[in-house]
């Protein structure tokens, strides 16, 4: 059995755990009126959806960059209108650990509490978790001493609890559905690479089944691609058969033979210690998918000297769904 450094494992860890919040958030952003009728319909038919809604992450960020529990890249706190006309603020916890977490309650009611204190605001948490353990149900925090009560309880949506409900999902064209069958198949698999590519494919191939658009597709496409993982010899025979699908359907949403291509020129040209092709590959990657690439974005990646940082900007740019979302992941990859 092979072991990494502590240190360099929870680097690791924490990295996979970002990744996966913020794969969560872009999903939650992306479809948010989609979300709240899937996992809060009873909360959902009290919105006023056609009347907007805000995503306040700089609220957030200043209530949690100082917050001894740790900040939560996929806590989600959005303004909303209600049908009666009061607007409301909602703080959306996505919860992705695998383990029971002691503080949980305590950190939803500390986030709901500090909000208050800084902007007046009532807030109603809501909470989705995504682990696997059948017994870690969080759903309040109380404190009671000598006739003092604290009660602070949220609605709580667990993934699992889904796994009844699979002829529902199938059925469904929300495109949460897509994303419970996803979490649902990836925790099934564990350990079963034969079964697990089986079912990435099964259910990219209903991306288009559902008839969902191009815009749609590729962004719940990068969620499935980033929590179905596979060896890189079953990612090939995964590639190669979306790449056939592709050509019966006439399009070319997904994945082609030359991204394949370039992957592995990109990965011996990184071996190599060619860092200034590279940077080249980077940006041919980004004009091949999106066209012309603003200078902007071309100087900032020939500053780039991390092998490791152009490594992980090559899977971004494979993945966005647009250019001005590599820009924006490109800024916080430079920070």
């Known amino acids: 059995m092979r072991f990494c450094p502590v240190t360099k494992c929870r680097r690791e860890g924490a990295k996979k755990l970002a990744e996966h919040d913020s794969v969560w958030k872009e999903a939650i952003k992306s479809y948010f009126k989609e979300f709240m009728e899937f996992f ?45 006309g009061a607007e409301m603020w909602l703080l959306i916890h996505i919860e992705v650990q695998g383990y029971v977490e ?8 500390v986030y709901n509490s500090r909000i208050f ?9 809501l909470a ?45 064209q929300n495109p949460f559905a897509l994303i419970v069958m996803t979490h649902l198949k990836e925790i099934e698999t564990k350990g079963k690479v034969n079964e697990r590519l089986f079912w990435k494919i099964t259910l990219v191939k209903r991306l288009y089944e559902k008839g969902y658009s191009k815009e749609d597709i590729l962004l719940l496409y990068k969620f499935i691609d980033w ?17 056939k699908y592709e050509e019966v359907r006439k399009v070319a949403y997904i994945t082609t033979a030359e991204r394949i291509g370039m992957k ?5 040209g990184l071996q190599q210690g060619l860092v200034m092709d590279a940077r080249e590959m980077v940006i041919e990657l980004l ?33 966005v769904g647009s ?5 924006e992941k490109l800024e916080e990859a430079l920070k």
């Open 40 to 84: 809060f319909a009873e909360i959902a038919q009290d919105i006023a959806f056609e009347k907007g809604y805000e995503f306040l992450d700089k609220e957030l960020e200043k209530i949690t960059q100082d917050a001894e529990l740790g900040k939560r890249l996929a806590d989600i706190l959005v303004k909303v209108y209600l049908k009666n």
């Open 117 to 125: 204190d800084r902007y007046g605001k009532d807030v109603v948490s």
């Open 102 to 109: 002691e503080g949980f309650e305590k950190r939803m009611y």
């Open 128 to 172: 989705v978790l995504t682990d696997a353990v059948e017994s870690f149900r969080p759903s309040k925090y109380e404190r009671v001493y000598w006739g003092f009560e604290l009660r602070f309880k949220f609605p709580v949506v667990k993934l699992i609890d889904y796994r009844k409900k699979w002829e529902e999902l199938e059925g469904s």
């Open 287 to 319: 004009e091949e998918r999106f066209g012309l690439v603003k200078k902007s974005i071309i100087e900032k990646i020939k500053s780039i000297e991390s092998r490791e940082l152009l490594k992980s900007l090559f899977k971004i740019g494979l993945r």
């Open 227 to 243: 929590l179905v993982s596979l060896p890189e010899e079953l990612a090939e025979r995964f590639h190669e058969e979306i790449k």
């Open 323 to 327: 250019l001005e979302e590599f820009e």
């Open 264 to 268: 592995k020129g990109f990965e011996q």
